[in-house]
């Protein structure tokens, strides 16, 4: 029996299909997952934690970001929307 074969977007068909979703979705290596929703749990820590990380690295030239920023990671190829990021210099 063979496996079955699943489609693949390019990640320029991921990035125009996300431009226009209500929904968040994750690319990985050409596939597409739709993102579930966090607990109340989930989203305190969240919370905490990017206060903690703001207040940390308040004077230096770092930002914090929330989920609603997507980040782009070359290998694997990945585009995801972390619950917390922080750049610091010139974002990539």
């Known amino acids: ?6 489609d ?7 990035l125009a299909r996300e431009r226009s979703s209500d929904v ?3 690319y990985i290596n050409g596939e597409i997952f739709a993102m579930a929703g966090g607990t109340p749990r989930h989203s305190l820590i969240t919370a905490n934690v990017t206060g903690a990380l703001q207040q940390r690295l308040r004077g230096r030239p770092c ?8 980040v782009s990671v070359r290998q694997p190829t990945l585009y ?3 619950d917390v ?3 610091c210099g010139q974002p990539e």
């Open 85 to 87: 990021s922080v750049v």
């Open 8 to 14: 693949l977007a390019t990640e320029d068909e991921y």
């Open 63 to 70: 930002l914090v970001f929330t989920s609603d920023l997507r």
């Open 80 to 82: 995801t929307y972390p």
């Open 1 to 6: 029996m063979e496996p079955a074969k699943r």
């Open 24 to 26: 968040k979705h994750e």
